[in-house]
């Protein structure tokens, strides 16, 4: 065999040399004085020294991926919001817990690199970086012949933060009578994206139906919404959020009993807060049930927030036109209700 | 449509809530102290003030994949090392800086899950965790039908380490003069699959050949070398460490130019270090050049360490029969060669 045998592989090393050096730039402009790295380094390297004025610093991690979200990009190779997408539901997990992000690691692999594709990805993901102040410490990109389907990729990332340990938010204090809010999303977020685009597939997903004020391409591409910074306007102005709720796979029902403690529950009053109409699209053309809408979709309940009766009207005001009151917490078994 | 049409969809919901419950307890094996952990939580949580007698932490992150290395091991149904060689990957990428390991995240992803395989995957993760010392804190299983080639899946994880800001190991004292010398590998590790697939797709795996002493399968499943416990010896005992290579894509050409500083090359002499005869083999058969071969695989050289000329003795002495003398670095521009 001749000189570049691993290309016939189907691994093409200039590609990703290519790759590397087109995304210094986006990567290093996420680069505070909190890194210390040299590029091509082995790992990435953050002083924590900068978080001991914390008293006692607790690290917060989680590792997402975007779901087939990914094959509606491709579809209209929209690749300038996945990185959203991606940090976004990273920052609101770790959020939950009242982490605040600190650097962010992504991975993607594909059969073939496509070097444009992947550097606009990781484009969009540095520049979700900047704006929720985390660095966009390091990450791989990886060419994995007959792996992955002709054509398709897959792109996660793991986001590491930091919370003071007595700012830990772990749900303790929840109890009957508290309220329920909810920030709204801005459509199904990362979730969801297989059982929209099976019962989609037969429409026309360029064209504006006046159902969604836009096209149906459009609606399935609206970015995750970050919920850090409403989140840190509602502490500042000192709202006691005794549980977040981030509304990812499994909806309301899987998600909401992951911050209920023994002898609570919960119930939200669905027409309290408003649904994006994408969700009634699919439901009305998939002809599924609301029990299943609210298990795979997060029905436009961005971010749930357990708020003491006595600081709900602070909680609005703060928030004005963005918060809505959904439900509230009840004695019970940890179960959820959604009164439709 | 009825019940479940994200089954439908090729989302299963069912059994990602079976992986979950049957890789709990191998997870939570992995927790000491230093996790503040709940089942089910968004995210994890380590506590970072057990860090706190270090002067000036850093911490050291890296996020590795193991390849098509994954499609050797789904060949032969074999998962039980798999997990050993993405987190030694990692372990080794942090260690040339100087990293210890803290915390590791996994991402697995399919286009339809296989609960056995997927538990015995993470069962290996944290088997390797465990055996480094490193907590599984987290992680994510993702669904994604239409993603993957079917049958196939992927793997990646990130590894979150601390290193003392003065214990970096950046290569900044390597001068002309110093001796590399190298920890053996014990085969690919997880670099160079596709093409070792691709030229012994005609051989037959399963039975052994004198050459090898084993058989192709066994000689490609075996796991990523971990160097944590001999570099910490080397480090206990008082040799100098100016400056580690992990030797992965891109063999030596490519990797230990990353530890270069300007005005230093290196020379390796062949012959002086074991090659693992599964690289012959390849070489042989595939007909590749020697350049290539050192461009796409290890060829022996696991961890490649520079060290001045008065240290060596001591570090032969301190791993006896394991540590060669492979080469030495020169005055030069970054440059890499190879003596055959």
Chains 1, 2 share one sequence.
Not at 139 to 146: F, M, R
């Amino acid at each position: 065999m001749s000189t570049d045998a691993y290309a016939r592989a189907g691994v093409h090393r200039d590609v990703a040399r290519e790759i590397r050096w087109r995304i210094a730039e986006a990567v290093r402009s996420t680069w505070g004085a909190e890194v210390i790295a040299e590029w091509g380094a082995f790992a990435g390297l953050y002083r924590a020294d900068l978080l001991w004025r914390m008293e006692k610093p607790v690290l917060v991690a989680t590792t997402d991926g975007v779901g087939t979200k990914l094959k509606v990009a491709a579809r209209f190779n929209r690749w300038e919001t996945i990185g959203y997408d991606l940090v976004h539901h990273c920052v609101n997990d770790i959020l939950v817990h009242g982490g605040r992000p600190l650097f962010f690691l992504d991975y993607i692999a594909a059969g073939r690199l496509d070097p444009d594709v992947i550097v606009r990805i990781v484009e969009s993901v540095a520049a979700a970086c900047r704006e929720v102040g985390c660095a966009l410490l390091g990450g791989e990109t990886a060419e994995l012949p007959g792996v992955y389907a002709p054509g398709e990729l897959d792109l996660a990332g793991t986001l590491i933060g930091v919370v003071e340990h007595v700012r830990i938010r772990d749900g303790s204090r929840i109890r009957p009578g508290d309220h329920l809010l909810a920030l709204p999303s801005s459509g199904l977020h990362t979730n969801g994206y297989s059982l929209a685009r099976m019962v989609l597939a037969g429409l026309d997903w360029e064209k504006s139906l006046p159902e969604l004020g836009t096209s149906i391409g459009e609606a399935l591409l609206a970015p995750h919404r970050c919920y850090l910074e409403p989140i840190q306007r509602l502490e500042s102005a000192g709202v006691d959020l005794k549980g977040l709720c981030h509304v990812t796979g499994g909806g309301v029902y899987e998600n909401l009993p992951r911050v209920l403690l023994r002898g609570t529950a919960a119930v939200l009053r669905r027409g309290t807060w408003p649904e994006p109409p994408i969700f009634g699209l699919i439901q009305r053309i998939g002809r599924i049930s609301d029990q299943e809408m609210f298990r795979v979709f997060n029905m436009g309940l961005g971010m749930l927030l357990v708020v003491p009766p006595q600081d709900v009207e602070l909680a609005l005001a703060t928030l004005p036109g963005e918060l809505r009151v959904v439900g509230e917490i009840m004695a019970g078994e940890q179960e959820v209700r959604v009164e439709m």
